[in-house]
């Protein structure tokens, strides 16, 4: 049961780091529609701030799965 519900987690915080990866594109590509510079530049470095920590949860959840299942496949031969 303890590993069923690591493994739900680690989907939940991947699909969640996805979703914030996307919408941190989507932010970034709307900072290019401002006017304003200001406006711009607030929104510039938040949609990068949220995408490089989306992407990095992404990259160790995503390699704590990959490990995991590889020792699962492991120890089951």
Known sequence: MEALFWW???VVFTLAGVFFLAFGIQVLVAAYRLREPFLFLMTFFASNLMILISAAL???FLTRMIRK???IKKTAK
Do not use: Q
Request: glycine share 0%; charged share 20%; net charge neutral.
């Open 58 to 60: 992404l990259v160790v």
């Open 69 to 71: 299942y590889l020792d």
């Open 8 to 10: 739900v987690r680690h």
